[in-house]
């Protein structure tokens, strides 16, 4: 039997959910993946493209996804279950509880390798980092374990609920995490030659803007705010009717790309002082920049600092998407929270011990698997969850609000505690994009990630 609305949990303040939500949106994608989309195409070229994205797609969509979870108050299932009965439609918001999963038990284990990397420093002085980076993921003594504990901390905070658990630790972690940065660009930006750094990552070369690059940048906007996966679905499901969807969405959407800014004031600085390539890709952030931290006056205390940081941020966004899978079985079926984190975080880390042997622990999971153009288990999952999946259900879910649901009906929600700020011509703007411009947009990204063009 499905939950009333009146048994529903909400959020306790409207801060609570700003920082629950950023957090959400806030982790490897921001830290780890915006500082190599940016470092390959192009430094400030990227973050301008990166910026307008943000600002013409992903933010309208967001408030779409906001509005659905509010109107509903349910998970993305429930949700659209609610507005259309009876129709496949429902399954897209089943697409979204799948991402929710398959995307935790591989996310945890990049997520374990940044809390083994803490202790880096202590464990392995001295050791070249590219070998230490090969042995150490190739090790499953090292990473399952890792995988396990990041799994824990991920339960006991879903646990707790929505109130008392997510929100309270998002008061904590956040403000944590902002400190952790501001030491770590302090430090980046005094070294000696940061100032190249700097000059790649704040000067716009705006011939470095292609095809390519628009939709990098396209791509790495809707990843860094985690849509399409019903994490905003699930979140504004908790929302009281008096609250701001325009400001309080606009605050997460502002909050999430100053930490993505953020990572690259962290990073481009002292790649640059250190003589590293920025373009470096995925290792950057693991090979390169351990180089870096082992290189500068300092280097040990920054490098524990770093990726206590990447760790927090990392939790914050597990915390999201265990939430979509809990919120489901505790909305639709008999289950306690209780119950569903337990099931959900044994059944995640299971799925998670393939990906965790993907990197040298197994041959069959490392070399042998090969789907999509993709080797390995933990890329075809990336590939399959992390890029395609999230795509695909960021265009059906702007095509559900924006033609099946209505964009007057989202009107009407997202015109609820607005005190009179969303009228005039701002509907009708905001309308236009959600149905012509979003949808197209993201299937021109579902098309490129599919061809492999990104």
Partial sequence: MATTTADREQWGSRIGFILAAAGSAIGLGNIWRFPFKA????GAAFVIVYLVCIALICLPYLFAELALGRNSQKNPVGAIAAIKQGTPWKLVGGLCVLTGVFILSYYGVVAGWAVGYIFKGAVAPGVESGMFFETFIADPARVIPLLGLFMLLTIGV?????EQGIER???VLMPILLILMFVVIFRSVTLPGAEAGLSFYLNPDFSKINGTVILEALGQAFFSLSLGMGAMITYGSYLPKRENLLVSGGYVALFDTAIALLSGLMIFPAVFAM????????????????EVFDAMPLGGFVGTVFFILLSIA???STVSLMEVVVSYFVD???WSRAASVWIVGGFT???GLPSALAQGGSDLFTNQLQLFGQTGFLNIMDFIWGSLSLALGALLLSIFVGWVWGTGNAIDELQQG?????QGTLPTVWAAFLKYVCPIVIAVIFGAIATGVI
């Fill in 418 to 422: 607005a005190d009179g700020g969303f």
């Fill in 39 to 42: 470092g390959e195409n192009g």
């Fill in 169 to 171: 630790w998002a008061k």
């Fill in 158 to 162: 879903v646990y707790g609920g929505v």
């Fill in 332 to 334: 639709e079926t008999q």
């Fill in 275 to 290: 003589g590293q390539d920025p373009s470096e890709g995925a290792a950057l952030v693991f090979v390169v920049l351990p």
């Fill in 349 to 351: 880390f299971a799925v």
């Fill in 314 to 316: 990392a939790l914050t």
